[in-house]
């Protein structure tokens, strides 16, 4: 290259210039007409006073100079990136650090050091970073970047993982954010797994970088699932608690995980549920925004459950509710027809014919096998055309659902698993958890709309007026106070009296637009899930359900799910 001709183009331009020039013409498409124009548009925005002068001639007299001194241009800069890549993860190193998200503690600065070199995992592919530690000689706190160890326990606050968009919370895996919000996105829209995300994933990422990578940079779907699991307890728990630290797994164990997240369950719940009970309040939709609460039952998800049908829930209202064990059995024969085995044959529907069923318990009905007095009446409305039938009859060996209830414009308040059958008192027994977690009544519809509402309403009043079975506490009679209707849809199949009259929600002319088959819309979208939630363990699927309303609560209010609320405000 002529010295000269280099002296005089910096005359004219600033290396910087130059530079800036260069990176808008290998960024902008060669096949866009009038690109100098275009490429001044976006100098002119971007740059300060001393280029508010350029002209389309200068900016051409710029891209002459680029050609001639040789800059790179795309093809050679995407060459450089691939061959840069390829190296770092042949000598397993970083050009990446990932610090601390705090630097100072104590008044002091945090002593740093090298912990270790991590995979991290964004939307196109993975790449390795170097995790710096710091360490607080005062208050003894070891600080990494989402998370603090403190007595040999693990923490995060709300500022570690909102301001932070690589999320890493130990071992040897990261994921930037826009790759957990695809994930959630793929979930929610898209119906998918973590083995088909990851398996898409993985492919897409390889053919894109011709193989690069090994197998060590690919997603795995059970590292994955056990993080997004710990994600959303992390993010679900900060944006209902007014807490600033929340405690996580010390380790990557996938059954220290399940425990820290069963203990914490019900509170998470009574949150959820009191948060979206005043949804019209936060985040009203309308004229008709929670009028009422509409009820149904989904049992499509059948799976291999403990034989312990006699597993019981305590309610203050309705005392001992009969709901059976979720939890898997501990073998993998599940169940086989042989010669019955006394020791657990107490275990059997008392209205089985085929009592040579061999039970399969869990480890926990194992080691106590010992059913308390329930009530089993099994209600068939062949009047009404309802069915509530047992479903552990004949040989059956699957079961499981859920049932919920919604406001008519498409918000889940609560949820309970079903493990048998959708009888009228595990409807009673889900209507009086979800009141109990709901701190003012006042501010809720009284008005509840079911399939099954006119054996809800007998069975309910005669227990509580005639039987006196149902203790009448304050959720009792509220819930006395309020309107059972049938849905329109299940509307046709009720042929009594009450049904057609008292039950029927056409009577309400001030109910014509209410939404009664909101739920029916919903078992639609889960029946997408079914896969999924028949291969979920009894300890996980119900924050699957948890944490899947939550993100589609969230994306019907517009709320962003990382928001911290100040729940005193409420």
């Not at 019209?280 to 009422?292: I, M, P, V, W």
């Not at 639609?524 to 944490?547: A, H, P």
């Amino acid at each position: 290259m002529d010295f000269e001709y280099f002296r005089m183009v910096l005359n004219d331009f600033t290396m910087k210039e130059l530079l800036i020039i260069n990176w808008l013409d290998n960024n902008l498409d060669k096949s866009i007409n009038d690109r100098q124009s275009k490429i001044l548009y976006l100098l002119l925005e971007f740059c300060d006073d001393d280029m508010k002068e350029w002209t389309i001639l200068k900016v051409e007299q710029a891209l002459m100079a680029i050609n001639e001194l040789g800059f790179l241009n795309r093809n050679e800069e995407k060459k450089l990136d691939i061959c840069l890549r390829t190296y770092l993860r042949s000598e397993k190193c970083s050009n990446i650090i990932v610090t601390p998200f705090v630097k100072i503690c104590c008044g002091s600065r945090l002593n740093m050091s090298t912990e270790r070199n991590i995979t991290v995992f964004n939307n196109n592919n993975s790449y390795i970073a170097t995790i710096m530690t710091g360490y607080c000689e005062e208050c003894k706190r070891k600080y990494s970047h989402n998370y603090f160890i403190e007595d040999k326990q693990k923490f995060v606050t709300h500022e570690s993982i909102l301001d932070s968009q690589i999320v890493y919370l130990g071992g040897e895996y990261a994921y930037e954010k826009t790759l957990i919000k695809l994930l959630s996105n793929s979930i929610l829209y898209l119906h998918s797994g973590f083995e088909n995300f990851t398996k898409c994933y993985n492919e897409t990422k390889n053919s894109n970088t011709n193989n690069l990578d090994s197998n060590e940079g690919n997603l795995s779907p059970t590292r994955l699932q056990d993080f997004w699991f710990l994600y959303n307890f992390v993010t679900f728990s900060f944006f209902y608690a007014n807490s600033e630290q929340l405690k996580i797994p010390s380790s990557c164990d996938r059954q220290e995980l399940v425990a820290l997240m069963d203990e914490n369950y019900e509170n998470m719940n009574s949150c959820f549920v009191n948060f979206w009970s005043l949804h019209k309040r936060r985040h009203s939709c309308g004229s008709n925004c929670s009028r009422a609460f509409v009820c149904d039952g989904f049992q499509k998800p059948s799976r291999f459950i403990c034989s312990n049908v006699k597993k019981s829930s305590y309610n203050e209202e309705l005392g001992l509710v009969q709901v059976g064990c979720g939890n898997r059995p501990d073998y993998d024969v599940k169940r086989k027809k042989d010669e019955t085995d006394n020791d657990e044959s107490i275990l059997l529907p008392t209205n089985s014919k085929d009592m040579n069923i061999r039970t399969a318990l869990c480890r926990a009905c194992k080691s106590n096998p010992t059913p308390e007095y329930i009530e089993e009446e099994f209600i068939t409305n062949s009047e009404c055309n309802i069915d509530r039938n047992p479903r552990f009859v004949n040989g059956k060996v699957r079961s499981y659902g859920v049932i919920y209830t919604m406001y008519n414009c498409g918000i889940v308040v609560d949820f309970l698993e079903i493990n048998l059958s959708e009888q009228v008192y595990v409807t009673l027994l889900h209507w009086m958890n979800m009141l109990r977690k709901i701190k003012d009544l006042s501010a809720i519809p009284r008005i509840f709309i079911y399939d099954n509402a006119c054996s809800v309403w007998i069975y309910f009043k005669k227990r509580l007026h005639e039987n006196k079975t149902i203790v009448p506490t304050e959720l009792a009679l509220f819930l006395d106070s309020c309107d059972l209707y049938i849905d329109r849809l299940h509307q046709k199949t009720h042929t009594r009296p009450m049904c057609l009259k008292d039950r029927n929600i056409n009577t309400r002319p001030d109910l014509a637009d209410v939404n009664t088959v909101i739920c029916e819309q919903t078992n639609s979208w889960l029946k997408q899930y079914l896969n999924m939630l028949c291969n979920f363990s009894g300890e996980r699927s119900k924050f699957y359900y948890l944490f899947l309303f939550h993100l589609l609560n969230c994306k019907r209010s517009s709320f962003y799910p990382e928001k911290h609320f100040n729940m005193k405000t409420f």
